[in-house]
């Protein structure tokens, strides 16, 4: 508390509706301890609030919509707050129900959570409680499914369902169809148009047209405050005990907030190779990443909700990569290229031409695909290797698709001479500083094609990128590849037979130079050196026994 006894309260919240409706019901309700100081909708305005301006307490939306990949989001607005201020308290009344996004919010130290549509009287008690040094968790044991009024509902609320029931029924039609493995490039970008018209009018509908929420106050008697109604709010102190009941879902969500925040916090390239992403911007870089990311994740719940087996990724793993990196290149190239493009079916022409070529030369050199996929859709729980693995071929797999993106881009759209000052970086100011780039890039593929994957598939090891020390690093994992070893041919077979050779004969050297060494030193100190000393030795003697003779006769 303030030392003027009022709540201070900073408001992160991208409804300026619902923040005018609370600050208003505050002042109607009498609350005069209570005050909310500031209102913010971005989590960047809000810790620039909090360093001017310490609050008593945040309470936070942690659904913020993120108009640009480098804004903050909730979740990473929580962890900055907790490693700055550690004693400042977080609390969360946001339309988020999901309880793996909650634990994992209550990791990251926030101690306070209400839903939205919980009574005003509910939210004064927990704000304080939190502010106080407490805890304040309001979790229902079927908090994701919360249910209208079934009495006196209103003729708004009845189109709302009736909508909401519509817009799902042609939304389930539309995944149907985008479940289709062997939909072709052009039927498949209509459908996902489709799909976010309709997401856009669910979110729409849920945003104009009023719900209420059933919600049960806790008895004001109960000296646990707890409810065990199974339809009831439930205030818990221990929130974990009533969240941790899914938790190979909130250890994915983990990887992924916590792969989101390496991207965030620096994608220099830190191997001394390379990368095609490497001509764009630091911010431009991001931006791709983020598109990747996003997209493989949509493709994820797709599969999940196509149920997709185990067969059928095997056959069709490389069309999915396949359609990830046109996607992308589609999504990425009519953003930032679009002066170049006249209609967008001679994009789709480009992409389809150059499919073959992306896909020989680094799709199909990304290793574990399936293991991936199928990784990023299990609900198993993994040992602590096994999700480290994972992990760095997750973050390959985002890396690699987004070089993909940038290869087309190198490919087809250096001879009409674009530049792009605004995602290109400082040094490329010429259609030849592109070219430069470009050469470096061809001699990378060459070394390589020639010389270090034949040795990679020799050691039985797969090159891999990954994010950590706000950069992205190079690594390698072990694997067995004598089946491509069978397979090579001409001078990356003699790239083998040289390494082998190389084994083979290097200890026999080895021992040969080391004999070979010790006999000349043993010429040069035993032999060469006591002859040197003795002839040495010899003519200073016999410069003595002149000087003395000579000295002896001038005496006589």
């Not at 919360?146 to 006196?152: A, D, E, F, H, N």
């Not at 029931?165 to 985008?178: E, G, P, R």
């Not at 493989?296 to 909700?305: G, I, Q, Y």
């Not at 003795?534 to 026994?545: A, E, H, K, T």
Request: hydrophobic content about 40%.
């Amino acid at each position: 508390m303030t030392n003027s006894q009022r709540l201070q309260i900073l408001l992160v919240d991208d409804d300026p509706i619902f923040a005018l409706g609370l600050q208003t019901a505050l002042q109607e309700g009498g609350y005069t301890d209570i005050v909310i100081s500031a209102h913010v909708t971005t989590a960047a305005s809000a810790l620039n609030i909090i360093a001017a301006n310490l609050p008593d307490l945040v309470v936070l939306e942690l659904n913020l919509r993120l108009e640009d990949p480098a804004q903050i989001s909730g979740l990473q607005f929580c962890q900055q707050v907790r490693r700055q201020y550690p004693n400042l308290p977080i609390f969360l009344l946001t339309s988020q129900t999901n309880p793996d996004l909650l634990v994992t919010a209550y990791n990251l130290g926030v101690r306070g959570y209400c839903v939205k549509g919980t009574p005003l009287s509910s939210l004064v008690r927990g704000w304080t409680t939190v502010a106080d040094g407490d805890e304040y968790w309001q979790v229902s044991q079927n908090i994701q499914t919360v249910t209208p009024r079934s009495k006196s509902q209103k003729w708004l609320q009845v189109q709302r369902r009736v909508g909401l029931a519509q817009i799902d029924h042609n939304l389930k039609k539309v995944n149907q169809s985008l479940g289709n493995s062997n939909l072709p490039l052009l039927d498949w970008l209509f459908w996902q148009g489709r799909r976010r018209e309709l997401l856009l009018a669910r979110w729409l509908v849920n945003q104009l047209l009023p719900v209420e929420y059933v919600v049960i106050e806790p008895p004001r008697n109960s000296a646990s405050n707890l409810v065990t109604d199974s339809t009831s709010a439930i205030v818990s102190n221990n929130p974990t005990s009533l969240l941790l009941s899914r938790e190979t879902e909130i250890k994915r969500n983990d990887i992924y907030t916590k792969t989101l925040t390496q991207i965030q916090s620096g994608v220099n390239n830190l191997t001394k190779s390379p990368l095609e992403i490497d001509i764009l911007r630091t911010k431009s870089k991001k931006e791709l990443l983020y598109l990747v990311y996003n997209q493989v994740l949509k493709t994820v719940d797709k599969l999940r909700f196509t149920r997709a087996s185990e067969e059928d990724l095997l056959n069709n793993i490389d069309l999915i990569i396949k359609d990830l990196w046109q996607v992308c290149s589609f999504e990425f190239i009519t953003t930032h290229y679009p002066n170049v493009l006249t209609e967008k079916i001679q994009l789709l022409d480009v992409l389809l031409k150059e499919s073959v070529f992306i896909k020989e030369d680094l799709l199909d050199k990304i290793p574990f695909k399936v293991e991936v996929i199928q990784d990023l859709i299990s609900e198993e729980i993994e040992p602590e290797k096994v999700r480290e693995r994972f992990e760095l071929l997750w973050h390959n797999l985002i890396i690699e698709i987004a070089n993909g993106v940038m290869l087309t881009i190198l490919n087809n759209f250096l001879d009409e001479e674009i530049i792009q000052p605004d995602i290109y970086q400082d040094g490329i100011i010429s259609s030849r500083d592109i070219a430069k780039f470009r050469n470096r890039l061809s001699w990378k593929y060459r070394r390589e094609k020639y010389l270090e994957e034949p040795q990679n598939i020799f050691e039985d090891r797969y090159k891999v990128y990954y994010f950590a020390q706000g950069g992205i690093l190079k690594t390698f994992i072990k694997a067995c590849r004598k089946k491509e070893l069978k397979q090579l041919k001409g001078f990356r077979w003699w790239v083998t037979i040289i390494i082998e050779a190389r084994d083979a004969i290097a200890p026999g050297i080895a021992a040969l130079i080391d004999w070979l060494g010790k006999l000349v030193v043993y010429l040069l100190t035993e032999v060469i050196g006591k002859a040197i000393g003795l002839i040495g030795r010899g003519f200073v003697q016999g410069i003595g026994n002149a000087v003395q003779e000579t000295r002896y006769r001038k005496r006589n």
